[in-house]
């Protein structure tokens, strides 16, 4: 006899995505994150490599930019005797640029976890609550206040060596404090997509997991399956 839920197929299993509570397959990467994940990547590093994060104006500094590059490695002894930076300047400008290294680690991992969406427990919790993206976006509003900090210690030592009698001083950020705030915001957004995501529930993956493993030994071809759907129905027997 014909079997109304065989689907026309031997032994009245169902067609793939037919009846049965089938459900669809939801792959664990996701690159709605991705993408603010890659842009805040590329912000940071452009941040590093970009000499301007304080502009300075009325001292007697000879530089008008300053930035981490400054800092990293050899300190020009030309900065600390124009009065551009002092010690402690020097030390907030290195902390930042370890803020924003680890800032760019902490990204690139969450960027390859909503790549690849692995499966380990632990790594997938990870990144459906997007705690890379979270420690992304508290750095980057670490370094963010390191950098006022900074700025006001530049402004101090400015305002007590002017480069003339009344000079108006006054130090701005730069481009590189905006592509750090720019690189926290589009991580606040990827945060925002993996925690909005809807996602399986552990029943749910168990049936997903399954009828994996029955497409897996499937002995019929697709195409018998296509080709089997447009068959018509066995004649009735008593």
Known sequence: MYAPGGAGLPGGRRRRGQGGGALPKQPER?????LPGALSITALCTALAEPAWLHIHGGTCSRQELG???VLG???PELLKDFCMNPQTVLLLRVIAAFCFLGILCSLSAFLLDVFGPKHPA???TRRYAFAHILTVLQCATVIGFCYWASELILALQQQHKKYHGSQVYVTFAVSFYLVA????ASILATAANLLRHYPTEEEEQALELLSEMEENEPYPA???V?????????YTP
């Open 30 to 34: 996701s690159l709605a994150s991705a």
């Open 68 to 70: 981490v590059a400054d």
């Open 227 to 235: 080709i089997n759907q447009f068959q018509p129905p066995p004649a």
């Open 123 to 125: 790594l997938k919790i």
């Open 74 to 76: 050899y300190v020009d």
């Open 182 to 185: 720019g690189a926290g915001g």
């Open 223 to 225: 195409e018998y399956e």
